[in-house]
Structure formats: C-alpha cells, structure tokens
C-alpha cells in the first residue's frame, strides 16, 4: 500500500461543474504540498499547508492533518484546469517529501 | 524572469554511454532536487542538495551522481545508464528546502535503449 493515495485516479467534469481530489497518507506528517502538472508536463506548485485551509482564486485547499486527509477543490471549473493535480507530504521526522501518483482531471467545455 | 531550466529536454542514448543532464536557477535558491517520474509510481527523489557543496541521497540514488559546486547549478550524473533509468526527469528548488515553495523545470525525456 502506497503511503500517499489519491481519489479519484481519474475525473472527467463538465465545464463548471465543483471539483474534488482527495489524498489520504498512512504516515505521521507535517505538511501538505498540492502541485498541477499540465499536459506539457510542466509541473506547478499550487499550495502548502499544514493546517486549516488556504484558498487561491477558485482553488481551495483543506487539510485534517489528524484524519491524515486532504481535499483540492476547484470551483467554476474549466477547461484549462485540466492537468494532472498530485498531492506530496513532508514526513514528519525524516523531513522527506513522498508523492502520490496522481488525479488526471479532464474538464469538457 | 525567476526559473528553473534543465538541458537537454529530450535524449536518446545507448546503455553504458555517459551523460549529463543540467539544471540550473535563478533566483538565489539553497536547496535543489532532482525526481524521476514513471508511470503509476509518481514522483521519486534521486538526490537533493540543501547548499553549495551539500548533497545527500534520496529514495532512488542507485545509479546517479550528482553534485553542487555552484548554487545556481545541480547537474544529474549517469556514469553508465541502463534502460531502467528511461524516464522523466525534473529538477526542483526553492528557497530553504522542502518547506518552501517548490520550482520545478519543464523536464528531461530520456530514454536508454
């Protein structure tokens, strides 16, 4: 078992519609990293956290560092939100960064 | 304009064949960060440097170098590449470390036949 998973692995939306992306990890950590990588491959740093919530234009991102869970939502999605959105923890203790695999989010206009 | 850039964007080569992949920034960054990505494995760090000078081993070394004479550059070393490391390559860095804001550089395809 993978220690960071992310759900859905793929998601296809209609343009508008609200967007959620969850990562759940299995180990002790200390922050939250969400990234955006786009069809090119470029890969974007979209948030960090380690608590609460934090919020950036129609991106929202929530953590519950306890029930070891973190939510991306996107509002209003469209269509350049398309990319694929991963999540990667700082692990508590060894101060390393460990990655999940990844939503591939597909938004039709 | 701030960012990470990496040379060459895409390589083909034969195993056994040595090669370097560059990476260099901008913007006064202390720590960088090389990953590979595979498909279904996500992101994994081969190496990281936290200052000019330090550099320490990340989940997957086997088989790369690296090192960081300067702080702007942090180039990836393959002595003898095999067609396992056939992959996707980024570079990274931010400011301090994995605390930071992380910069990634549009990549490296290569491939090792």
């Known amino acids: 078992k993978n220690e960071v998973e992310q759900s859905p692995q793929n998601l296809t939306a209609q343009e508008g519609e609200f967007i959620t992306i969850n990562c759940s990890y299995s180990?002790?950590?200390?922050?939250l990293h969400w990234l955006q990588q786009h069809p090119g491959g470029g890969i974007v740093s979209l948030f960090m956290?380690?608590?609460g919530k934090k919020k950036h234009g129609r991106l929202i991102a929530t953590i519950n560092i306890q029930e070891k869970h973190s939510s991306l939502h996107i509002t209003a999605s469209h269509p350049r939100d398309s990319a694929v959105y991963i999540c990667?923890?700082?692990?508590?203790?060894?101060?390393?960064?460990?990655f999940g695999t990844g939503t591939r989010l597909t938004i039709i206009p | 304009e701030a960012q990470v850039t990496q040379n060459p964007r895409y390589l083909i080569t034969v195993t056994g064949k040595k090669l370097t992949v560059t990476c260099s920034q901008n913007m006064n960054h202390e720590y960088m960060s090389w990953y590979r990505q595979d498909p279904g494995l996500g992101l994994r760090q081969i190496y990281y440097?936290?200052?000019?000078?330090?550099?320490d081993k990340g989940d997957v070394p086997e088989g790369y170098k690296v090192s960081r004479k300067e702080k702007r550059n942090f180039p990836l070393i393959l002595e003898s590449p095999s067609p396992n490391q056939t992959s996707l390559y980024f570079c990274?860095?931010?400011?301090?470390?994995?605390?930071?804001?992380?910069?990634f550089g549009p990549g490296t395809r290569l491939t090792v036949l």
């Open positions: 180990v002790g950590i200390s922050a």
């Open positions: 990667a923890v700082i692990n508590f203790g060894n101060e390393k960064l460990t």
């Open positions: 956290l380690s608590s």
């Open positions: 990274a860095s931010s400011l301090k470390g994995i605390w930071n804001e992380q910069f």
């Open positions: 440097s936290m200052n000019v000078e330090v550099t």
